[in-house]
């Protein structure tokens, strides 16, 4: 796998005064692949993603894309370089047009406003935005919000897309339709996906492979299937290992 | 008739009457429209850092002082004419914006405390100018003083109403760029910064050079409507210069007008000048000292009370130009 990866993290840590919050993690994420981070609340997700996509840089290890080494870029150097992501509390530019929106994503790849345009319109009617192109961001529901979110990031055209917690606050149905919509993106485009997921309904459907995260460390990996089945996962989740008869 | 239509005909109709209005009214007047122009002109160019890229200047006052004081320094010491003056002027405006963003953007100073700082550094070249010989210190640099009646473009020497259309010319030029600035990929990125920095850098946006140029851009327009004022007025004093109330008076007409729109700043500035002119002869048959600055001070309240996006945003609607948004 590691030939082939994408995304190479390696051995990366930070540490925020006393707590350690990321430590030692590595992991890949293979071209076309959609790999979760799982883990409870503070077991250093969100961190990992800001370590990635530029927001700390971490105090040891270091982050490759496509065999290019950006550990300790700046977030928007880290975007130049292929890296695109949500934000956990989405973050629309709420003054602006859901098109406007998504065109600042699309500016990256070129300086034309009819070009930016085309490319804008195109990821919205991919994520179901079409009819809400010429609504005003703050006036969008959650779901539209978490879509918008996912649709401006794309528009930078990312090799690899980050999203975090984008399913958090969706019902059930909204989820399903997320799921199917990011699983056709990653297909049809080749798309890389890392994602951090609280929604296990949504991480089982949608990713090949799955990295645990516990107390900054990685405790498990491997398909689904593996992960769900890993006592040392059960065990951070449920608090202990199930007795032999238990469950 | 499509949207855009209706925008270009009612911008033609704005010209039209401004280009003949002077025909019509007498002298006050006209000194009055200069008024109006001169707020316009200054309210658009605070408007592209604050309005468009939202990093609030609370001091522009400098760039006013520092494009005035060239110009006029040049003019009076070396006999060079104010358009030279004024080169020269964007080129020490530009770099002084250019620096204090750099200085505070570089340290994350944002928000208010940016602004507090955009207010120190005026506030300090004010009273660095109050000591600086070359140009009068604080008893004042003086001009020739303007003929009524020749007119010298090159050294900007007439009457009135030569700087009425002088500065005509230069509200729409300032209009024409904004406009243009708004569509292209740096209009966008500023506008992105104003509405979620964290998320713009995320999309890739240098966050820190598109504000700085967002400050120099507003500096060097800023410092060009300075001169102009110079050679309007004749004489400069650093204390009403670089004044603080300056500053504020700047952005009262974009606030009132609508903050980060394209004609919210004329606009502003003509219901500014209007209402003020209204209250003086309103309040001028009572003999109450401060009638005058409070009615406009209340009527100031009610405006931003019922329109806090300004009357721009309103009016537009009303004049059904409201799906023009740029």
């Not at chain 2, 005909?9 to 009457?17: E, G, I, Q, Y």
């Not at chain 2, 405390?113 to 550094?121: K, M, N, R, W």
């Not at chain 2, 009016?315 to 740029?326: F, P, Q, S």
Request: aromatic content about 10%; proline content about 4%.
């Amino acid at each position: 796998m590691s030939a082939a990866a994408l995304l190479e993290v390696r051995g990366i840590s930070k540490r925020f005064r006393g707590l350690q919050a990321v430590d030692g993690v590595s992991f890949a994420v293979p071209r076309g692949g959609i790999v979760a981070l799982i883990g409870p609340n503070g077991a250093g997700k969100t961190t990992t993603f800001n370590l990635i996509a530029g927001v700390f840089a971490p105090d040891r290890g270091s982050v490759v894309l496509d065999g290019a080494d950006i550990t300790g870029l700046r977030p928007d150097q880290a975007c130049r370089a292929g890296i695109a992501r949500t934000f956990q509390v989405v973050k629309p530019f709420g003054g602006l047009t859901v098109l406007e929106n998504v065109m600042v994503g699309a500016f990256k790849a070129s300086h034309d406003r009819i070009a930016a345009r085309d490319t804008a319109l195109e990821i919205l009617a991919r994520l179901g935005l079409a009819d809400k192109a010429e609504t005003v961001a703050k006036s969008l529901t959650l779901p539209e919000r978490k879509r918008l979110e996912a649709a401006r990031a794309l528009a930078t055209r990312p090799k690899i897309l980050l999203l975090d917690e984008v399913m958090a606050g969706l019902r059930p149905v909204e989820i399903d339709a997320m799921v199917r919509t990011f699983a056709d993106l990653s297909r049809e485009m080749g798309l890389a996906i890392l994602l951090t997921e609280h929604v296990m309904r949504a991480v089982m459907a949608l990713s090949h492979h799955i990295v645990v995260l516990h107390h900054g460390q990685k405790i498990s990996e491997g398909t689904p299937e593996q992960v769900s089945r890993d006592p040392a996962v059960l065990d951070c989740y449920l608090g202990a290992a199930p007795a032999a008869g238990g469950a | 008739m499509r949207l855009p239509q209706r925008a270009a005909v009612a911008l033609a109709l704005f010209v039209a009457a401004m280009l003949v209005l002077p025909l019509f009214v007498d002298s006050y007047i006209v000194s009055l429209l200069v008024v109006v122009l001169f707020a316009a002109y200054f309210g658009q160019a605070w408007n592209i850092v604050t309005g468009f890229a939202g990093q609030l200047s609370l001091g522009h006052a400098l760039y006013v002082g520092l494009g005035a004081y060239t110009s006029a320094a040049l003019f009076s010491h070396y006999g060079l004419p104010p358009w030279f003056g004024m080169l020269a002027g964007i080129a020490v405006a530009a770099t002084a914006g250019a620096i204090i963003a750099a200085l505070s953007f570089r340290f994350r100073v944002g928000g208010v405390y940016f602004a507090l700082l955009t207010i120190a550094f005026a506030e300090f070249t004010r009273i660095l100018f109050d000591h600086f010989d070359w140009v009068g210190a604080s008893s004042g640099l003086f001009l020739p003083v303007s003929s009524r009646v020749g007119l010298d473009l090159l050294r900007l020497r007439g009457p009135p109403v030569m700087f009425y259309y002088l500065l005509l010319a230069l509200t729409l030029g300032a209009l024409a760029l904004s406009h243009h600035l708004l569509r292209r990929r740096i209009g966008y990125y500023w506008q992105a910064i104003r509405e979620d920095e964290e998320a713009a850098q995320a999309l890739g946006i240098d966050v820190f050079r598109y504000k700085v140029a967002a400050m120099a851009l507003s500096a060097a327009m800023t410092s060009v409507g300075g001169a102009f004022l110079a050679f309007y007025e004749n004489n400069l004093y650093p204390d009403t210069v670089f004044a603080i109330g300056r500053s504020i008076e700047i952005i009262t007409a974009p606030i009132i007008g609508g903050l980060g729109t394209l004609f919210g700043p004329i606009l502003g500035a003509f219901v500014l000048t209007t209402l003020g002119e209204a209250m003086t002869s309103l309040s001028s048959g009572f003999a109450l000292n401060g009638l005058k600055q409070w009615c406009y001070g209340a009527a100031l309240l009610l405006i931003v009370a019922l329109q806090p996006a300004g009357l721009w945003p309103w009016l537009r609607t009303r004049l059904g130009l409201a799906e023009v948004r740029r």
